[in-house]
T-cell receptor, first 116, second 113 residues
Framework: AQKVTQAQTEISVVEKEDVTLDCVYE???????LFWYKQPPSGELVFLIR??????QNEISGRYSWNFQKSTSSFNFTITASQVVDSAVYFC?????????????FGDGTTLTVKP | EAQVTQNPRYLITVTGKKLTVTCSQN?????MSWYRQDPGLGLRQIYY???????DKGDVPEGYKVSRKEKRNFPLILESPSPNQTSLYFC????????????FGPGTRLTVL
């Protein structure tokens, strides 16, 4: 069965610090998709990034970067020089292409608080 | 504007009184899904639909029903709500079959007394 673990329930940092949110997944499929979503205090869910299992390239988007490592089944998210506006709940999610096609599994989320 | 809409946004009801939460998307997406969000439990999938007339159970389907008679609509039905269904509910849609990102509605906060 597919599973996503976000071991860090809550993280608190001071503005301008770098922070890494961990995501570890389990799947038996060879083709799968990983996602990160952000839920700010206003409550909406916002898509951040998608990765398929065949693309292990790391990605950088401004202050955000993602490290996908199939060898450790991890898809970690780093925010560089954090800002107060980064305070949110962040979810990692997994979708399988075959075994559980259609099912989407989310981690429990990591609540990030960035203090000024 | 491309969006997923849900109604109502807030609902307080009593045990056993049937209710429907509507979900509609205007992006012509094949895939739609319902989730519930509870503190510390992340988002858990209730039901999903890969296309019209095709629905399947997620991880927590007990006590819920869905239907997909039109591509744009995916209502969530609670035939006999119970207090343990008090939660924040999100509807989502996606182009294709989950190889693309999901677009989420604004959420419906349901309280069952």
């Amino acid at each position: 069965a597919q599973k996503v673990t976000q071991a860090q329930t809550e993280i608190s940092v001071v503005e301008k610090e770098d922070v890494t949110l961990d995501c570890v997944y389990e799947t038996r499929d060879t083709t799968y998709y990983l996602f990160w979503y952000k839920q700010p205090p206003s409550g909406e869910l916002v898509f951040l990034i998608r990765r398929n299992s065949f693309d292990e390239q790391n990605e950088i988007s401004g202050r955000y970067s993602w490290n996908f490592q199939k060898s450790t089944s991890s898809f970690n998210f780093t925010i560089t020089a954090s800002q107060v506006v980064d305070s949110a709940v962040y979810f990692c999610a997994l979708s399988e292409a075959y075994t559980n096609a259609g099912k989407s599994t989310f981690g429990d989320g990591t609540t990030l608080t960035v203090k000024p | 504007e491309a969006q997923v809409t849900q109604n109502p946004r807030y609902l307080i009801t009593v045990t056993g009184k049937k209710l429907t939460v509507t979900c509609s998307q205007n992006m012509n997406h094949e895939y739609m899904s319902w989730y519930r969000q509870d503190p510390g439990l992340g988002l858990r999938q209730i039901y999903y639909s890969m296309n019209v007339e095709v629905t399947d159970k997620g991880d927590v389907p007990e006590g819920y029903k869905v239907s997909r008679k039109e591509k744009r609509n995916f209502p969530l039905i609670l035939e006999s709500p119970s207090p343990n269904q008090t939660s924040l509910y999100f509807c989502a849609s996606s182009f294709g079959l989950l190889n693309n990102e999901q677009f989420f509605g604004p959420g419906t906060r349901l309280t069952v007394l």
